[in-house]
């Protein structure tokens, strides 16, 4: 039987402990964490947990098959990932940007984009994945594709992919994407943010300008991918 972490934030409660100024509270333990503070995901619910140090480390063994999972503090910027306009209209997208990760527990890469309502699953069209993630080798794909989601760290880890709108680049032509390895909780802060922001159909001139901010900071954390 799986333990949510509401299970484990109720029993918690349960535990007489002294008073403590309110703040933000590590979600295993109870003692208070700063803003800036590290995540655990709970694999089998696919929710983050605030953590302190002490708990973080508990499940920071990437090889350990654990309920919970640490989630590292990687980025990383893979320069020559190229993929063209038809193959992400072939994903279905409804947005120039998505991101993707390994879901151990359903054993397959999934697809999440930002919207109004918070980050909304994709149903990815296997074929046109296969192709550009190198899965199918009789079709032709990006090795840095490939690369890039070889090196996921399964649930904690995510490729965040910006492509042009598309009436800014050529369909005929590869599109200038943008390609990121970096720790899920940096994805759903994202999405978390553009819902507060959004604003009519397209979001508003503030999300864009949040969405450019954001990568840009995202890109000057990222360190070059080895081959």
């Not at 508003?204 to 070059?224: L, Y």
Request: hydrophobic content about 40%; aromatic content about 10%.
């Amino acid at each position: 039987m799986t333990t949510a972490p509401f299970d484990v934030l109720a029993r918690i409660r349960a535990t007489k402990r002294p008073d403590r100024a309110d703040g933000e509270r590590c979600e295993m333990c109870a003692e208070p964490v700063a803003d800036e503070h590290q995540h655990v995901v709970n694999v089998a619910a696919r929710q983050l947990m605030c953590t302190c140090r002490g708990c973080y480390l508990l499940f920071a063994d990437p090889h350990a098959k654990l309920r919970f999972r640490a989630v590292p503090d990687r980025y990383l910027t893979f320069p020559d990932f190229t993929l063209d306009r038809r193959g992400w209209e072939a994903l279905q997208i409804p947005v120039g940007l998505a991101f993707f990760f390994r879901n151990s527990e359903m054993d397959r890469t999934v697809a999440f984009y930002p919207g109004p309502a918070g980050a909304t699953e994709s149903e990815l069209d296997l074929d046109a994945w296969n192709s550009i993630s190198g899965a199918d080798l009789r079709q032709p794909h990006s090795p840095h594709a490939s690369l890039a989601l070889g090196m996921l760290a399964d649930d904690v880890e995510a490729l965040l992919v910006r492509v042009p709108d598309r009436d800014q680049v050529d369909p005929e032509l590869n599109a200038e994407a943008e390609c990121y390895l970096v720790p899920i909780d940096a994805c759903y802060e994202f999405v978390g943010r553009l819902r507060l922001l959004w604003r009519g159909f397209d979001g508003g001139h503030e999300v864009r300008a949040f969405v450019d901010e954001f990568f840009g900071r995202i890109k000057a954390r990222s360190k070059v991918a080895a081959p």
